[in-house]
């Protein structure tokens, strides 16, 4: 069921395959099936960003039904048409590399929904429908007992969809090749290892530094219509196509879209200007990796995102390796400090010290400093791995939850508002999600490193507000490519090296050392 990253000989950014001859028939065919099935799926995409930005609180049943309805209609167009008959038939032809690619991408959905019964997809579908709005209730009134029951029926349904593609393999790992086909859990599972071995000591070192950083040098009262006409600021700085999406708020941040409409949501805190600042800069890094993928490959596997793996590597590298640099914060403190006079007399050097803070305490995972983020990421994938695994009973969540906060994070959560209900991804039956958040900043690590390698003086490029040189490397190396190549290829491709987490725990000990004179 998953993809299987094998050695190849690359070359960085060697160009796809010219398509020269005509294609099969059943290719042909099996191209139109298959945009049939992606305009179902891009049709569920805009109602359930409507359901979480616009539709009014009370249109929960009937969006229910409309998302089943559709959630079924894709199951059916990709397993009871003719897209099985028409991959029969091209198992003998002779392909082009791009039309391979396409035909294996499509072989693996199909492969994995063909065993999933319409009846379970419309019971998932329905249930997260249902979930979302009971995760909203229970944590604004902090009330976990609220959503359980949801929770409940969530975990059994995901562990039922996984005994079905494959009753013989570990139900948790077949939930994690949804959101990364093409990387085993087992690798999952030591770079989440490897970077437990390098954070945690290199947290201890720095909260026993005497360095003081300019922690509060952002303290105070920031209205949010001015955060959100800045937030709008920073998109278009960065070159975000407003013709093509749009800046929404919603309870939890999100990009939603293809590459003709990418929507970004974020939110706002008149305590906390840096989060919605640096949450709008991450999921503009979501929307620009999809509105860079071929307009003409819209609908097929050529035109969709590599998953969420590499989708994350290109949030964390904007978020992180722009939006937290020192250089970043020379180019954006001007318009910082006339959108926000109480500010004037900040410095970048102080705004990117506050930027990149190693917080004593932090409860909330999206606010998370870059370090204890993925302290934030193992606890939950720790909980996931125990739920779909029938080692942990759902009400025994919030206990657990705090357990773990307390042993990787030195924190008890005061509320199971800010601890277990504080993400939105189980609401959506999403088990197997949250390591895809660390492969990503691991990813983003690396692929940072390379364009910086291939761009004369990036980070003056940066503080000069020149965006088009690292953009552009990321269309070339990343986003053209769609899924024409599998994740461990792509990497390498783009950086000459197979993917790893050296290059992400070099950058983490040295910027931090620096930060903290360690």
């Given amino acids: 069921q998953q993809c299987v990253d094998t050695p190849v000989a690359v070359t960085r950014g060697m160009a796809p395959e010219a398509e020269t001859a005509d294609p099969p028939a059943a290719y042909t065919d099996l191209l139109d099936e298959i945009k049939r099935y992606s305009a179902v799926d891009s049709a569920q995409s805009v109602l359930s960003w409507d359901q979480q930005v616009m539709m009014p609180e009370g249109g929960t049943p009937a969006r229910s039904q409309q998302l089943s309805t559709l959630s079924s209609l894709s199951h059916e167009l990709l397993v009871d048409g003719d897209v099985g008959d028409h991959l029969d038939a091209l198992d003998d032809e002779s392909l082009t590399a791009d039309q391979g690619a396409v035909v294996r991408e499509v072989r693996r959905q199909y492969r994995r929904a063909e065993r999933v019964p319409r009846d379970l997809v419309e019971d998932i579908s329905e249930a997260s429908s249902e979930a979302l709005g009971a995760w909203e209730s229970a944590r604004e009134n902090d009330e976990f007992s609220e959503f359980a029951p949801h929770l409940e029926r969530l975990v059994d349904l995901k562990r039922q969809y996984a005994e079905h593609i494959d009753p013989d393999a570990d139900p948790y790992a077949v939930l994690f090749a949804d959101y990364e086909p093409c990387l085993p859990l087992s690798k999952a599972e030591s770079i989440l290892d490897e970077l437990r071995e390098t954070l945690v000591p290199l ?36 070159d975000y196509d407003f013709d093509r999406g749009r800046l929404d708020t919603s309870t939890h941040p999100f990009t939603s879209g293809n590459q003709f409409d990418c929507r970004i949501t974020t939110r706002f805190d008149p305590e906390d200007p840096l989060g919605s600042l640096l949450p709008t800069i991450h999921e503009f890094g979501h929307a620009y990796y999809t509105l860079g993928l071929p307009d003409d490959a819209f609908g097929t596997p050529l035109g969709d995102d590599r998953d969420l793996s590499v989708h994350e590597s290109q949030s964390r590298l904007w978020e992180n390796h722009v939006g937290r640099s020192e250089q970043f914060w020379e180019l954006l403190l001007p318009k910082f400090t006339d959108r926000f006079p109480q500010a004037d007399e900040l410095s970048a050097r102080d705004a990117y010290e506050a930027a990149n803070q190693v917080y004593d305490e932090n409860l909330i995972r999206v606010e998370a400093d870059e370090l204890t983020y993925h302290l934030h990421i193992i606890v939950r994938f720790e909980i996931e791995r125990e739920l779909i695994g029938g080692d942990l009973a759902v009400e025994d969540v919030p206990a657990r939850w705090n357990e773990l906060y307390e042993e990787y994070l030195g924190l008890t959560p005061p509320s199971d508002a800010v601890g277990c209900l504080q993400d939105i991804h189980w609401s959506h039956g999403s088990f197997g999600y949250f390591p895809t958040y660390s492969l990503g900043s691991v990813m983003a690590a690396q692929l940072y490193d390379a364009a910086d390698s291939e761009i004369d003086d990036l980070d003056g490029k940066i503080r000069a507000g020149e965006f088009d040189p690292l953009g552009e490397w990321l269309r070339e190396n990343v986003h053209r490519h769609g899924q024409r190549y599998e994740t461990g290829e792509l990497v390498e491709r783009a950086t000459g090296e197979p993917f790893s987490a050296d290059a992400f725990t070099d950058y983490v000990t040295e910027k931090y050392g620096d930060l903290y004179d360690l």
Wanted: hydrophobic fraction near 35%; glycine fraction near 2%; aromatic fraction near 2%.
């Fill in 203 to 238: 947290i201890e070192e720095v909260r026993a530094s005497d360095t003081e950083l300019a922690t509060d040098a952002l303290d105070g009262t920031y209205d949010t219509d001015t955060q959100e006409d800045l937030a709008r600021d920073v998109l278009e700085l960065l």
